[in-house]
């Protein structure tokens, strides 16, 4: 089973219903929730998520929100060890860089979904958008 980090512009996709990009972040979000694939966030996520979905939404139900999304993924962990890594790393994006270094320091993941590839050329994890995913999932199950 695949295990994949799912950053913060895929989710958010699908809270919003940004098109064209919300049915492939809906895709990836059914598939954790029925275990064909591990889907992981980070507590950075979670904040993140939290700031913007508050700016349209009250507190209980940006927390609601957030609830539910957590009863199909997993949080990975984070410490000293992996900001210090983020912050000697040469990632432009000092967020791509934490959440990066905590899929590596879990030693569980296999792609980092993101619509930023740009932002993980140094990543030494897969990175692919969600329909590239969706894409060569597809292959492996016709194949």
Do not use: W
Request: hydrophobic residues 45%; negative net charge; aromatic residues 10%.
């Amino acid at each position: 089973m695949d295990k994949l980090l799912i950053d913060s512009d895929v989710i958010l996709y699908f809270f919003f219903d940004r098109q064209p990009f919300a049915e492939n972040a809906a895709h990836i979000l059914s598939l954790c929730e029925t275990k064909s694939i591990e889907g992981f966030i980070t507590p950075v996520i979670c904040s993140n998520l939290y700031y913007l979905l508050r700016q349209t939404a009250k507190h209980e139900r940006v927390i609601e929100r957030l609830d539910q999304l957590l009863t199909i993924v997993d949080v990975l962990e984070m410490n000293r060890d992996i900001v210090l890594q983020a912050l000697g790393s040469g990632f432009t994006d000092f967020e791509d860089a934490l959440q990066h270094f905590a899929g590596v320091q879990s030693q569980k993941i296999d792609v980092i979904l993101t619509h930023n590839l740009i932002d993980f050329a140094k990543s030494e994890i897969g990175v692919m958008t969600p329909e590239g995913y969706l894409k060569v999932l597809a292959s492996r199950t016709n194949a």
